[in-house]
């Protein structure tokens, strides 16, 4: 690998998310005020618990979102850095910084509705989900362990990127460095 490659955050992308979930937030407060209004008024009634239950998961997940968009539209770090040592991600609330090449066993790709995640299939799936010092970053890391094989995604949601040049950008990196390593073995044999 010759050069390091920098993504930038996007803070468009990032106001965008900020924005978006203050809005889910606010619907989220309105389900929890007026509960009844919803149960009755949808196509198939639903109980006022139900309603309630569904403002509490907007509110506390959006405002988690939110909270991490702000902090990250004042974030003057590079959200991506690819180079000979690995992947530096500062992109997600679930970032943990460096993964290195060496740790790195495959790259995969999950789906959530319609929103795509590169997995970074690691070695030691234990000690990256040690380096998160939060508890929500820590569980939000678990559950891509247990659901994808990996606690490591990075997503294009922040980054000024889409997700088919993200994609083919670390596939393209992680190629070159296995087939470093197997040239560089095969120097060592002889």
């Given at each position: ?6 993504i ?8 965008l998310?900020f924005i978006?979930?203050?809005a889910f ?13 919803f149960?009755?008024?949808s ?7 139900f309603?309630?239950i569904?403002g509490?998961?907007a509110?506390?997940f959006?405002?988690?979102c ?5 902090k990250?539209?004042f ?7 690819i180079d000979?040592?690995?992947?530096t ?10 993964v290195?090449w ?6 995969g790709?999950a789906?959530v509705h319609?929103q795509?995640?590169?997995?970074l299939?690691?070695s ?17 890391m678990?559950?891509?362990y247990d ?8 997503s294009?949601?922040?980054l000024k ?5 993200l994609?083919a ?7 070159k ?9 095969n120097v060592?044999?002889?």
């Amino acid at each position: 690998m010759n050069k390091e490659i920098i993504i930038p955050l996007s803070k468009t992308k990032i106001l965008l998310l900020f924005i978006g979930s203050i809005a889910f937030v606010i619907f989220g407060i309105w389900f929890l005020n007026d509960p009844e209004k919803f149960a009755a008024g949808s196509y198939r009634p639903k109980s006022s618990e139900f309603i309630q239950i569904i403002g509490i998961v907007a509110v506390i997940f959006f405002g988690i979102c939110g909270i991490f968009a702000f902090k990250k539209l004042f974030d003057k770090k590079n959200g991506l850095v690819i180079d000979d040592n690995g992947i530096t991600d500062n992109s997600s609330g679930t970032s943990v910084g460096l993964v290195k090449w060496s740790d790195i066993i495959g790259i995969g790709i999950a789906q959530v509705h319609s929103q795509k995640f590169i997995m970074l299939e690691v070695s030691n799936p234990e000690y990256y989900i040690g380096l998160k010092k939060n508890k929500i970053g820590k569980m939000a890391m678990r559950a891509n362990y247990d659901k994808f094989g990996s606690p490591i995604s990075i997503s294009a949601n922040s980054l000024k990127t889409n997700f088919s040049e993200l994609q083919a950008i670390i596939e393209k990196q992680f190629e070159k460095y296995n087939a470093g390593k197997t040239h560089h073995n095969n120097v060592y044999k002889k």
